[in-house]
Structures are given as C-alpha cells and as structure tokens.
C-alpha cells in the first residue's frame, strides 16, 4: 500500500481540523448532534479510553501501565435507508505507558470514511478507508493509507432457567467487536501486513440499587492473526472476570474491571498467564 508523504498529509489533516473547528457550536439544541451553522451536516461526538495494568501478558508488559484517549468527532454525509450511511469522522489519539516503549507513547491521527449498516438490531458492520498518521514520542513520525472492516454486537436477554435469587432485572449479555486492518498500523514495518483481531463476551448484569451500577462477571475470548506470523499479533486469549458497570448521564458508561487470563500463542506454541485490571469509558455526545 502507498505511502504519503507526511506533509501532504498534514495539509489534509489541516483542512479537517479547520472543517470540524467550524462545525462545533456555541450552542447546542440537540445534544447528540450539532451543527454551525445550521446549514451544515451535524456533528457526533464520542470519547473513549481505558487505563489498563498491566497492559498485555506478555513478560515484558508485567511492571507496565497504558493509558489510551481517543476523540472522534463523526458527520453522516449520506443516509440511504434507515440501516445503511455513509459517514466521515476524525480520530485523535494518546497513547502513554510507564516504561516509554515507542509503540504505546505516541498521538495519533486518523482521517476516514465509512459505509456503516445495520444487519440487525444485535449487529453492526462498516467498511471504510482512513489515512493514519502516528507521532511518536521520540520524533519519528509515520503515516499510511489503510482499509478498514468492523463489525460489533450487543444482545441482552433473561432465559428461562436463570436463578429468581438474582437480582431484578438480571440478563445475560453476549457483546463482542472485530475488525481488519490492511496494512496492520502506520509503522513502515508493518506495510505489507493485515491483521485481524476480536473479542466476545458472555456476561450475567445484576442491577445494584438505584444508582443504576451493574455487577458483571465474564468469561470472553479475544483472538488475533496477522499475515507475517508474527508472535504477538497471533493468539488466543479466553478469560474470567468481573465488571462494575457505572453509567453516565445522557448515556455512555465507565467500566472498572479485573480478569484473570491464559494466552495461547499459535505461532510460537507458547503460552502466558496472569491478571488485569482496567477502567474503560465511553461518552457520545
């Protein structure tokens, strides 16, 4: 896949930045979608991240720490039914780990398009191309151009033979999210790679009070393979653990969580075990 010159890339990261700086009101009549002027396509916000403890099994990650922000500001450029649209969004990120490893200090960039549809109430899938440009935090400085396909799922519902001790309004949720990648990321190393990564997740949510809070116990797996084998894009990694779920105001949630995993690595036959701790959170506006 080509790569693009930095400074042609910042030219077009510009014209976007300047696009979304003039998009964002003053003042807001609907507070999930904006617009100024008026005239214009409206604006969704969302803000997403996650400190994680350490982040990965890997050896080398067991004294480390990664904290992740993005904000994506999103416009739909063309609906076509109530399914399916075309969109546009703008992806700033910050990565920061303790032990400064290049690969998790860095900011980030990504300028994209996507078709996104509906296939059903539980499933979403898009398909879309993004330029991505990465900062890292010794100078150097990488972009590519990388085609995109998502999909993510959500399901909740009580069956028969749940235990009536529970708490009222128990569910199950089976929830999960996948994506490829081609190249694998904006790293030159990375060019002729593709990666495709998932997880799922089968949750019981017990209500806690009136606060809304749900306690979650889990179990997931969450799987990588890439072309070029390498051994820390190709694994398998089933888990136990336990959520507390807080929502947010206006929707959005902060989860604060802690499992306990096995990683099975498939091209090196190699395995590693221990515990994470998290706070994830996600906020649309």
């Not at 409206?42 to 992740?68: C, I, M, R």
């Not at 235990?163 to 929830?175: C, E, N, Y």
Request: charged share 20%.
């Amino acid at each position: 896949m080509a790569r693009i010159p930095l400074w042609l890339a910042s030219v077009f990261t510009g014209a976007w930045l300047c696009l979304f700086a003039w998009w964002l009101p003053a003042q807001a009549e609907d507070t999930r979608a904006t617009s100024f002027p008026r005239w214009l396509p409206p604006v969704t916000w969302t803000v997403s991240g996650n400190l994680l403890v350490p982040p990965d099994l890997f050896q080398s990650a067991n004294e480390n720490a990664k904290f992740e922000l993005y904000v994506t500001p999103r416009i739909v450029v063309q609906t076509w039914s109530e399914q399916t649209d075309l969109s546009a969004y703008v992806t700033f990120g910050a990565l920061k780990d303790r032990n400064v490893f290049t690969y998790n200090n860095k900011l980030t960039i990504a300028l994209g398009i996507q078709v996104r549809h509906r296939v059903t109430k539980a499933l979403r899938v898009r398909v879309g191309a993004r330029w991505k440009i990465e900062q890292e935090a010794s100078g150097a400085a990488d972009n590519a151009f990388q085609l995109t396909l998502d999909a993510d799922w959500w399901k909740s519902w009580r069956p028969d033979w749940l235990p009536k001790a529970l708490p009222k309004g128990s569910r199950l949720v089976f929830s999960g999210w996948s994506n490829f990648r081609y190249p694998a990321s904006a790293h030159p190393f990375e060019a002729k790679n593709g990666l495709l990564q998932g997880s799922g997740k089968l949750a019981l949510d017990m209500p806690m009070g009136k606060r809304k809070l749900k306690l979650s116990p889990f179990f997931s797996v969450k799987a990588k393979w890439d072309i070029r084998k390498r051994p820390y894009n190709n694994y398998v990694e089933p888990a136990l653990g336990l959520d507390l779920k807080v929502p947010l105001k206006g929707g959005g949630q902060v989860t604060f969580g802690i499992k306990a995993a096995q990683q099975f690595r498939t091209t090196t036959r190699t395995r590693e075990s221990g515990g994470i701790a998290y706070v994830s959170w996600y906020k649309s506006f």
